[in-house]
C-alpha cells in the first residue's frame, strides 16, 4: 500500500485473504511494473474478448497492457475472465511471462 501497488477494496477497508480476481493481479502487475520505471505504455483493444465489458473501469488500462504485453492471452472461449478469481495457474503463468517481460 505504501507504494501504491495495493489501495483496498475501498477508502477504509483492506482485506489480506480476499481471494485476488484477474483484472486485480494484472492491476497490480501494472502499477508495479510503473513503479520500477518499466514501459507500460503499450495497450492492446480489448474488444476481441467475449467480456471486454465486464472489466472493470479501475483495471481496463493495465487490461489492455497485460493483453498487450502477452501477459493475458484470454481463456479457452476467448475470454479474459476478469473477475474470475486467478487461480495457482494464472498467477504462475502471468508471471512467469511478467518475469520474461522485466528481464526483456
Known sequence: ????????????HF?????VTREE?????????TLMDMDVTARAELTGFSDADKVSAYAVDAMAWA???KLV??????????????TRAHVATILCR???LKTD
Not at 15 to 19: E, F, G, I, L, S
Not at 73 to 86: C, E, K, R, S
Request: proline share 7%; hydrophobic share 40%; glycine share 6%.
Open 15 to 19: 482485506v489480506p485473504d480476499m481471494p
Open 67 to 69: 493483453v498487450a504485453a
Open 1 to 12: 500500500t505504501e507504494n501504491g501497488i495495493t489501495k483496498g477494496v475501498d477508502q477504509t
Open 73 to 86: 492471452q484470454g481463456t479457452d472461449n476467448n475470454a479474459l475472465a476478469p473477475q474470475d478469481t486467478a
Open 98 to 100: 511478467f518475469l520474461i
Open 25 to 33: 493481479m494484472v492491476t497490480f502487475l501494472h502499477r508495479y511494473a
